[in-house]
């Protein structure tokens, strides 16, 4: 979706991802018509024309022959099978993402700020803002917790940039997990609302344009993180996101652990 602003510039206009957008995106990046594509999936050309459109759904058992043929990666594969409202197969042993109860975090805070852990309860699934957070946290992050949320924070306030020595590996792994969590179907109304008050951060658009889902992680393990306190010291922290029980609220811990030592 393009937009027009008041000089009648014209821009491109996040929405939530489809699987239809998806496969269109990447046989076109193959090169290959909707005949050709259609020969090598058994599908007609009108089939794959609606749902490229989101008009007409992949059966659930041809998913992994559409992986093949369009040669897509693990994590895209996952998307696409999220997109597609199904479940991808589990392999190896990955861990699953973490949920925790809803007294975890009165029950283990005081261990945790005793370790010097940074701790924040973001609300609408991680995205939103900060409800409750620790001194470590606010300190390690600046700014975050009076902040929108943690994207506004990283493209639109010059803290993160000072702060976050790889921002721009934080940033592209950080849009590629909203764009896989919007692919959930349950999700898509609260993600189109987010994507639509990113819209105006130019940074956020060119990293979301560029359909990267490299960072998106089964485990709630983020990558760790190279933080520069206000010292200079830069630390390496490793974080992990901690879901509360389903039934209890959409919020979601962020627990961040700093190394011993600096560097």
Same mark, same amino acid.
């Given at each position: 979706?393009? @937009? $027009?602003? @008041?000089? %009648?510039?014209?821009?491109?206009?996040?929405?939530? *991802?489809?699987?239809? !957008?998806?496969?269109?995106?990447?046989? +076109?990046?193959?090169?290959?018509?909707?005949?050709?594509?259609?020969?090598?999936?058994?599908?007609?050309?009108?089939?794959?024309?609606?749902?490229?459109?989101?008009? /007409?759904?992949? /059966?659930? !058992?041809?998913?992994?022959?559409?992986?093949?043929?369009?040669?897509? !990666?693990?994590?895209?594969?996952?998307?696409?099978?999220?997109?597609? %409202?199904?479940?991808?197969?589990?392999?190896?042993?990955?861990? *699953?993402?973490?949920? @925790?109860?809803?007294?975890?975090? /009165?029950?283990?805070?005081?261990?945790?700020?005793?370790?010097?852990?940074?701790?924040?309860? =973001?609300?609408?699934? %991680?995205?939103?803002?900060?409800?409750?957070?620790?001194?470590? =946290?606010?300190?390690?992050?600046?700014?975050?917790?009076?902040?929108?949320?943690?994207?506004?924070?990283?493209?639109?306030?010059?803290?993160?940039?000072? @702060?976050?020595?790889?921002?721009?590996?934080?940033?592209? %792994?950080?849009?590629?997990?909203?764009?896989?969590?919007?692919?959930?179907?349950?999700?898509?109304?609260?993600?189109?609302?987010?994507?639509?008050?990113?819209?105006?951060?130019?940074?956020?658009? +060119?990293?979301?344009?560029?359909?990267?889902?490299?960072?998106? $992680?089964?485990?709630?393990?983020?990558?760790?993180?190279?933080?520069?306190?206000?010292?200079?010291?830069?630390?390496?922290?490793?974080?992990?996101?901690?879901?509360?029980? *389903?039934?209890? $609220?959409?919020?979601?811990?962020?627990?961040?652990?700093?190394?011993?030592? /600096? =560097?």
């Amino acid at each position: 979706m393009a @937009v $027009s602003n @008041v000089w %009648g510039e014209t821009r491109q206009q996040p929405v939530c *991802p489809t699987a239809g !957008d998806l496969i269109a995106y990447r046989r +076109a990046e193959l090169g290959k018509t909707q005949a050709e594509l259609g020969m090598l999936l058994s599908l007609s050309p009108n089939y794959i024309s609606r749902i490229e459109r989101d008009q /007409a759904q992949i /059966a659930e !058992d041809m998913l992994p022959l559409v992986c093949r043929v369009l040669t897509l !990666d693990v994590p895209t594969s996952r998307h696409l099978y999220r997109l597609n %409202g199904c479940r991808y197969p589990r392999t190896g042993t990955v861990e *699953p993402e973490e949920f @925790v109860g809803a007294g975890w975090l /009165a029950d283990t805070v005081a261990n945790l700020t005793t370790s010097g852990a940074a701790i924040a309860v =973001f609300d609408r699934d %991680g995205w939103g803002t900060v409800q409750a957070s620790n001194q470590q =946290f606010d300190a390690a992050f600046p700014g975050l917790a009076e902040s929108p949320g943690p994207l506004w924070w990283m493209f639109a306030s010059p803290v993160a940039g000072r @702060v976050l020595e790889d921002w721009e590996q934080v940033a592209a %792994g950080t849009v590629a997990r909203l764009r896989h969590w919007a692919a959930h179907p349950d999700r898509r109304a609260e993600a189109q609302k987010i994507l639509d008050e990113l819209a105006e951060l130019h940074y956020f658009r +060119a990293y979301w344009f560029r359909r990267d889902l490299s960072g998106i $992680s089964r485990s709630g393990r983020g990558a760790p993180l190279r933080v520069r306190d206000g010292a200079g010291q830069v630390r390496l922290w490793r974080t992990i996101r901690l879901r509360p029980t *389903p039934a209890d $609220s959409d919020a979601y811990v962020v627990v961040a652990v700093p190394e011993v030592e /600096a =560097f």
